[in-house]
């Protein structure tokens, strides 16, 4: 129960939200992580001790009923302590400075992002040069990508776990539920232990100004919400994928990341500057076993808990 309530407690202070227990220390904000100590032993205190605690912590909990990390504070009933619990679990933790539990798998994972523009991959070479996950392109619009039964046939019988990406061409919510369906269709036969991502980015737009979309931030957000929402309603975990400047210009960003779990591309940073479940970290990567540049990513919760705990992804 302890690693429960720590666990919500942490989930629920880094999305802002604030208790004042009577009679016990005042929380403080997850953003100032010295209340956790250095969480991942990297010799910094920094974000990535926050985001590791609260999500490995929830991805642990028995019939969670928020698989998404992100959404986990909005969660009402028995699943959020009382204020008093949580007093009491703060002061423990600015005391001892870390937390308690040890074996909690808090870990980086390595990962790359592939679609047909790697062309031919060697999967062995490519587990054996250190890669654990892959996120592999299943589709665009309501096309399947040509290289992904391929690709997701080779990274599995090399023992890499995957994630899928599907890449957004609709421009209404309506027609959003094409790509829901063919997504689905193509993903049905696989167990994924990473998430099932949206990508809705620059080129879906024909024009960065004169688009009608591109000035709609509105309705790219709802486009992009339908998706996520449907793959969640047909029992696959979604994330957004995106990047720094992108929602900030042409979505309502807190609508899409405070519901949903965040793949997060940044390449100008030795860490992530925002709350993320997988950072993308890198577009020029060379690994062993690819014959171009690769996206290269990590990731910082264990989702292949996530997916067997709660039955997602055909598990």
């Known amino acids: 129960m302890k690693k429960i309530i720590t666990g919500i407690l942490a989930a629920a202070t880094a999305c802002g939200i604030s208790f004042m227990p ?10 100032i992580s010295t209340v956790y100590g250095d969480i991942n032993g990297d010799g910094t205190v920094n974000i ?53 539990n040890s074996d909690i798998n808090i870990e980086p994972h390595n990962g790359i992002d592939v679609s047909r523009w790697q062309e031919v991959i060697d999967w062995q070479k490519v587990k054996a040069a250190g890669v654990e996950f892959a996120m592999i392109k299943a589709g665009e619009g309501t096309q399947t990508e040509p290289t992904f039964l391929r690709n997701i046939k080779g990274a599995k019988e090399a023992g890499i776990q995957c994630g899928i990406y599907w890449f957004n061409s609709a421009r209404t919510v309506e027609d959003v539920e094409a790509e829901i369906q063919a997504c689905i269709e193509t993903i049905s036969p696989y167990q994924l232990e990473y998430p099932v991502a949206y990508d809705f980015e620059y080129r879906c737009f024909w024009d960065l100004e004169k688009d009608p979309l591109a000035n709609d931030p509105q309705l790219c957000t709802d486009i992009i919400y339908r998706f996520l929402e449907g793959i969640e309603e047909a029992g696959y975990y979604p994330i957004l994928y995106s990047n720094k400047g992108f929602p900030a210009r042409y979505l309502c960003k807190s609508d899409l990341t405070d519901r949903f779990d965040f793949w997060y591309a940044n390449y100008n940073l030795t860490e992530p500057d925002e709350y993320c479940g997988i ?37």
């Open 22 to 31: 009577a009679g016990s220390i005042p929380p403080v904000s997850a953003e």
């Open 48 to 100: 990535l001790d926050t985001m590791r605690l609260k999500q490995n912590i929830v991805s642990g909990k028995k019939d969670f009923a928020v698989t998404n990390w992100r959404a986990a504070s909005g969660q009402k009933g028995g699943d959020i302590p009382s204020a008093s619990a949580i007093g009491h679990i703060n002061e423990m933790l600015l005391t001892v400075g870390r937390h308690e």
């Open 279 to 315: 950072w993308q970290r890198s577009c020029k990567g060379r690994i062993d076993g690819i014959s171009t540049d690769v996206d290269l990513d990590v990731s910082y919760v264990d989702y292949r808990t996530i997916m067997k705990t709660h039955h997602l992804n055909g598990f």
